[in-house]
């Protein structure tokens, strides 16, 4: 099993926004970064965990759990010419972006802010705490651990 980290801004969709889908199952479509589309594509599984991020927020931090159920497929927004994702060099012959379905699991009572992970000695290897812009980044096992116990 992995684990990961996924960002997105809380008011384009946010932890209440998935839980509110049907299913409280969504796909994690948009992403047009190269080394988070192989991970969508090439290493997400089925049941891999996720911390599920609010970036540009007062504080950014983790808001709740999700999980994967469904594993990389093409991601159709970039062949939608309406949609702020489309990308003339993909299509259905040939995709160049993939996405994820994620399914909601916990939101937690509150934000584990980035100050607070910076706070924590056993975090400063994870990836979100060295500058990563990445919006899906890996998470070492022990780090989602120590993440969830802060939420407890």
């Known amino acids: 099993m992995n684990y990961w980290l996924m960002k997105s801004e809380p008011d384009v969709f946010g ?8 299913n409280k199952t969504e796909p994690w479509d948009g992403v047009r970064n190269y080394q ?15 911390l599920f991020y609010h970036s540009n927020a007062k504080p950014p931090g983790v808001a709740g759990l999700a999980v994967v159920v469904k594993e990389g497929y093409p991601d159709h927004t970039s062949w939608d010419e309406g949609c702020k994702y489309y990308d003339p060099k993909s299509s259905p012959e040939n995709p160049r972006w993939f996405m994820v379905d994620i399914q909601f ?9 980035l100050d ?3 706070q924590v ?5 994870m990836v979100l705490l060295n500058r990563s812009r990445l919006s899906v980044q890996p998470v070492a096992k022990e780090e989602y651990d120590i993440i969830c ?4």
């Open 121 to 125: 000695p056993d975090l400063k290897d």
């Open 15 to 22: 932890i209440k926004h998935l839980q509110a889908a049907p």
């Open 149 to 152: 116990a802060l939420a407890k």
């Open 36 to 50: 988070a589309r192989n991970f969508m594509r090439d290493t997400m599984k089925k049941g891999d965990k996720v």
């Open 105 to 113: 699991k916990k939101e937690f009572k509150r934000i584990i802010s």
């Open 116 to 118: 607070e992970l910076r």
